[in-house]
């Protein structure tokens, strides 16, 4: 029985576009089909495909055929339409898709785990993306994807690698994934639902955009650089500001932190890491912490405080005044209370620090 579904999805526009400015009306009226062609609305952009793969995994649940997913362009409607001419028994969502660069690992994951079991992309004409397409090809491939996406280039070779499918993939074996609040944290959850026997971190291809840090204890003086660098926070401050932190499920590999790190103490490691404690703080590095003698809170590392006072107080050391050296072994507080004289209450044209709450990714 055929069952050959078509749809299109625009990437282009925001939710309100009408008419003939769709531009993927224009692609379906040209190859005169009957195509449902919807828009990605804001919320859906960020997974495109989330609708269509709610649709699939219901009808998948009750049809044990093997469930594929075309994603092509307007130029590859011929090569679906003959490959469907030749095999008419599959079940198989063709999905025409304006700015198929866009589709990443993150859709394709999520595609394998909510209703399909063979994902076919075709392959991008213009060299600098279909680079790219392949390495986020690659990577869904790692986390999950193994044998069960391919890219296209001609009708011919996607007739052929679908007459190689199984006609039933039985029962559907994955649980529900739970799409999270961001791309990065979809695609985890897909990676985790569709490797459900993997309990150890996997290695990653050098440019994965996850990873983990590791970091050399002899040689980092908890400078902090790579913390204010960082930027998801996957790297921060712990507790008594004397710990460094890590949570691996942030990090994006962007390596702005081992660019940073004055000591050469940091390696980025790319990987995905499924289990539940990537999403956790690690606590990296603790040191000794150095206390306010004013208050006696410890606001920062002692190895630190203790190279600052042997640089100013050594012959060679930096030059500072009596005041300067006096304010050094503050904390905050003790220093701005301190320059006001002993005066608690703010200066009258003084603004209160805000409360900054790092947001989580
Ligand atoms: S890892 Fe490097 S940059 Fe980060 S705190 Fe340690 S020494 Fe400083
Ligand atoms: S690689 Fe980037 S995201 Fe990861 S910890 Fe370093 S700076 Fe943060």
Same mark, same amino acid.
């Given at each position: 029985?055929?069952?050959?579904?078509?749809?299109?999805?625009?990437?282009?526009?925001?939710?309100?576009?009408?008419?003939?400015?769709?531009?993927?009306?224009?692609?379906?009226?040209?190859?005169?089909?009957?195509?449902?062609?919807?828009?990605?609305?804001?919320?859906?952009?960020?997974?495109?495909?989330?609708?269509?793969?709610?649709?699939?995994?219901?009808?998948?649940?009750?049809?044990?055929?093997?469930?594929?997913?075309?994603?092509?362009?307007?130029?590859?409607?011929?090569?679906?339409?003959?490959?469907?001419?030749?095999?008419?028994?599959?079940?198989?969502?063709?999905?025409?898709?304006?700015?198929?660069?866009?589709?990443?690992?993150?859709?394709?994951?999520?595609?394998?785990?909510?209703?399909?079991?063979?994902?076919?992309?075709?392959?991008?004409?213009?060299?600098?993306?279909?680079?790219?397409?392949?390495?986020?090809?690659?990577?869904?491939?790692?986390?999950?994807?193994?044998?069960?996406?391919?890219?296209?280039?001609?009708?011919?070779?996607?007739?052929?690698?679908?007459?190689?499918?199984?006609?039933?993939?039985?029962?559907?074996?994955?649980?529900?994934?739970?799409?999270?609040?961001?791309?990065?944290?979809?695609?985890?959850?897909?990676?985790?639902?569709?490797?459900?026997?993997?309990?150890?971190?996997?290695?990653?291809?050098?440019?994965?955009?996850?990873?983990?840090?590791?970091?050399?204890? @002899?040689? $980092?003086?908890? /400078?902090?650089? %790579?913390?204010?660098? &960082? +930027?998801? !926070? #996957? =790297?921060?401050?712990?507790?008594?500001?004397?710990?460094?932190?890590?949570?691996? @499920?942030? $990090?994006?590999? /962007?390596?702005? %932190?081992?660019?940073? &790190? +004055?000591? !050469? #103490? =940091?390696?980025?490691?790319?990987?995905?890491?499924?289990?539940?404690?990537?999403?956790?703080?690690?606590?990296?590095?603790?040191?000794?912490?150095?206390? &306010?003698?004013?208050?006696?809170?410890?606001?920062?590392?002692?190895?630190?405080?203790?190279?600052?006072?042997?640089?100013?107080?050594?012959?060679?050391?930096?030059?500072?005044?009596?005041?300067?050296?006096?304010?050094?072994?503050?904390?905050?507080?003790?220093?701005?209370?301190?320059?006001?004289?002993?005066?608690?209450?703010?200066?009258?044209?003084?603004?209160?620090?805000?409360?900054?709450?790092?947001?989580?990714?």
């Amino acid at each position: 029985m055929s069952d050959w579904k078509r749809s299109g999805v625009c990437l282009c526009h925001s939710s309100t576009t009408t008419g003939s400015d769709f531009c993927l009306r224009a692609g379906v009226r040209k190859h005169n089909s009957a195509v449902d062609v919807y828009h990605s609305t804001a919320g859906e952009a960020a997974l495109p495909l989330l609708g269509l793969c709610e649709v699939a995994i219901e009808e998948r649940k009750s049809d044990q055929r093997t469930h594929i997913l075309i994603l092509h362009t307007e130029a590859g409607h011929s090569d679906v339409s003959q490959a469907e001419w030749f095999n008419k028994s599959a079940w198989v969502h063709a999905v025409q898709i304006c700015n198929l660069e866009r589709i990443g690992h993150v859709d394709l994951l999520l595609a394998l785990a909510l209703g399909f079991d063979f994902v076919f992309l075709q392959k991008l004409p213009f060299e600098h993306g279909a680079a790219d397409q392949s390495k986020e090809v690659e990577l869904a491939q790692m986390m999950g994807g193994e044998e069960r996406l391919e890219l296209f280039v001609s009708q011919l070779e996607l007739r052929n690698s679908m007459a190689k499918l199984p006609r039933t993939g039985g029962r559907w074996p994955y649980r529900r994934p739970v799409p999270g609040p961001n791309r990065r944290a979809t695609a985890r959850a897909c990676a985790t639902v569709l490797m459900p026997g993997v309990h150890q971190p996997l290695n990653l291809p050098q440019d994965a955009p996850y990873g983990t840090v590791e970091l050399d204890l @002899s040689a $980092c003086t908890m /400078c902090q650089s %790579c913390v204010w660098l &960082c +930027p998801t !926070d #996957a =790297l921060s401050i712990g507790e008594h500001k004397c710990e460094l932190v890590f949570v691996e @499920s942030r $990090c994006i590999q /962007c390596g702005m %932190c081992q660019s940073i &790190c +004055p000591e !050469d #103490a =940091l390696k980025l490691r790319p990987r995905i890491d499924p289990k539940p404690s990537a999403d956790t703080q690690q606590v990296l590095h603790q040191v000794e912490p150095f206390r &306010c003698t004013s208050c006696g809170v410890p606001f920062v590392a002692k190895s630190m405080m203790d190279r600052l006072l042997a640089r100013i107080w050594g012959r060679k050391g930096v030059r500072a005044s009596e005041e300067v050296q006096e304010l050094i072994p503050l904390c905050h507080s003790c220093q701005i209370q301190k320059q006001q004289g002993g005066n608690t209450k703010p200066a009258p044209l003084m603004i209160k620090p805000r409360q900054v709450s790092r947001q989580l990714l």
